[in-house]
Structure formats: C-alpha cells, structure tokens
C-alpha cells in the first residue's frame, strides 16, 4: 500500500532483476490509478534507449521524464520548442531530413525506434543543457491538465534505471558512483511538481544506511529494496 502525502514524494526502489520490482510497480500503478492519481509509467531502456553501461546523470532522468509526460499527451506545447532546441545542436547530422517529432501520443519513442542515433543527440542535449527550469514548466503545465481532467495529480514512474550496471572488465565503479551523484547531491527531484517513482541498481545497497541517512535529509521518502 502506498499513500501519498500533500507534498510531493520521491521514492526508490531496488532489487536484483527477477525479484518482482516491475509487477509491483504495476500494483502500485493499478491502487494510485484507483485512488485518483494520474499514473504514468515508463521503461526508461526499453522505451528511450537509455544505455545501461552509460553514467546516470540528472538530466538524463530530468529529460527521460519529459519525454515520458510529453509522449503521454500532456504538456504538447514543450514538444516543438524541446525539438528545435535538440537540432540546434547539430541534430541534423543524426537526424534524417524529414524527420520531426509531433504531439501525440508516443511521439519521442517511436522517433528514437526509428532513428538510433537520436539517442547520442539526446545525451549531448541534456549534458549541455540546464533542463530543470524547463521540465519543471513542464510539470506544472502537465499538472494542471490532470487536475483539469478531474484526477487528484501526477505519479511519474520510471522503471528499468535499476539495469544501470558498472561495464564488464573496466576498472572502478563508474555507473554506481554516478547513480550515487544523483541521489545525493540532485535536490531536483525532490522540488519537482510531481510524485516520482524510480527504480535504482541494487549495486547501491552497500551504501544504503548511509544513502537512507542522505535522502532523508533530502526529503526523499524511502530506499525499498525487493
């Protein structure tokens, strides 16, 4: 059972693959759909091809939860200026001609299933940008459509950032160390206008009484491991 408060929460859950962590996202999908909440759920990997051998970084949740809220009808208007914005890096030598993002319904996906290399575009645009004042519009605009549309507000899961994995053979821990970097010093998510619901690799659960101590001070409500 999971009960929201006024506020807005942020909370982790990991696991080994094979524990259950995604079936029981779509409990929780199912009793917050139930109790009102706007659900929206996304396969991070799967969906957007994030790399699990790549360094998480804040903007690569920040964007991934952009294209998600975008890719589910709401908030159309960011689509325009987020894909102007994204070629004005030079998109056009991964992009086809042609080839353009519209509002709609699975908008961002079904473009990055088309074009793979959009998703190295897509990384150099969230290192290079400041994507938080921008998804944090974003959320707001979005919020006030659901509540427009009668639900008692937004619940954004991101499931699979658990597959994020250190690469076979390298030295050191980078992927760890970089999810670490974002629980810790990425006070981002906690202001968001929205409840979030992530995933995380359970290559962090040595650091967890530690992390649990961090977050908390943070405002993050838990670390679940399952």
């Not at 929780?28 to 990997?45: F, P």
């Not at 709401?74 to 890096?89: A, F, H, M, N, T």
């Not at 004042?133 to 659901?146: C, F, H, R, T, Y």
Request: hydrophobic share 40%.
């Amino acid at each position: 059972q999971i009960e929201l408060e006024a506020r807005f929460a942020s909370i982790l859950m990991t696991g080994f693959r094979g524990t259950g962590k995604t079936s029981l996202l779509m409990a929780c999908h199912q009793k917050l759909a139930e109790a009102g909440y706007q659900v929206i759920y996304t396969n991070a990997e799967a969906d957007y091809l994030v790399n699990p051998y790549e360094e998480l970084a804040i903007n690569d949740v920040l964007l991934v939860s952009a294209m998600t809220i975008v890719d589910n009808g709401l908030g159309p208007s960011y689509v325009r200026r987020l894909w102007e914005d994204i070629k004005s890096l030079g998109g056009a030598q991964v992009i086809p001609e042609g080839v353009e993002v519209e509002a709609g319904a699975a908008t961002f996906k079904a473009t990055l299933e088309r074009v793979p290399a959009l998703h190295e575009r897509l990384r150099t645009y969230a290192l290079e940008r400041s994507l938080y004042e921008q998804v944090s519009k974003l959320i707001l605009d979005a919020q006030g459509e659901v509540k427009r549309r009668g639900r008692r507000g937004m619940v954004l899961i991101i499931d699979s950032l658990d597959h994020l994995s250190d690469p076979p053979g390298k030295d050191g821990t980078p992927v760890t160390d970089s999810v670490l970097r974002v629980l810790r010093e990425a006070p981002e998510l906690r202001r968001l206008d929205v409840h979030l619901i992530l995933t995380i690799p359970p290559t962090v659960l040595p650091y967890a009484h530690d992390l649990r101590a961090d977050l908390l001070a943070r405002g993050v409500s838990s670390l679940r491991g399952h």
